[in-house]
């Protein structure tokens, strides 16, 4: 195949691609769960790139997908792959049923390597229960604090679990 005729080839797949991913036509006034929704899941990992990323495909402000997390309507979960990832609240729970047996299995090897058992899983549990009870919501600082007050620990590798 002749340089020139790969050459537009690869640049038509490019195109293919970003048109694909919501990323040639952005779809200003969108809401930030229905981009998600489009896409399924958005890793999300890295929260500033994910805002960044969902607010390229709706023209969104990092401010308007944060209020689509605070309001329920879009949720970040480890669907996948032991990864945050974004997603439409809706999708959560039939992606989590697809995917869970993997994750679990996955999940238990990592327990082990950590020596996390069962009745730190209660404790831990019993402790978020408490401080978000009545709707509440913790950051990740507020909640690791409550763990440790509440003799979980979480150094090492266990806070990120």
Avoid: K, N
């Amino acid at each position: 195949m002749p340089a020139a005729s790969v050459t537009a080839d690869r640049r038509r797949v490019a195109q293919l691609r970003e048109t694909a991913l919501g990323l040639a036509h952005p779809r200003d006034g969108i809401a930030a769960a229905e981009v998600a929704r489009d896409l399924l899941a958005l890793q999300a990992q890295d929260l500033p790139g994910a805002l960044w990323s969902l607010g390229q495909r709706g023209g969104l402000t990092a401010e308007q997908v944060l209020d689509a997390q605070r309001s329920g309507a879009l949720v970040r979960s480890w669907p996948m792959r032991g990864t945050l990832h974004l997603l439409h609240r809706d999708d959560l729970r039939w992606t989590l049923h697809l995917t869970g047996e993997r994750q679990h299995a996955s999940a238990a090897a990592r327990h082990r390597e950590l020596d996390l058992d069962e009745p730190q899983f209660a404790r831990a549990a019993a402790i978020v229960r408490d401080r978000t009870g009545g709707g509440a919501r913790l950051d990740r600082a507020e909640l690791l604090t409550a763990l440790v007050e509440g003799g979980v620990p979480t150094d090492g590798q266990r806070g990120g679990i």
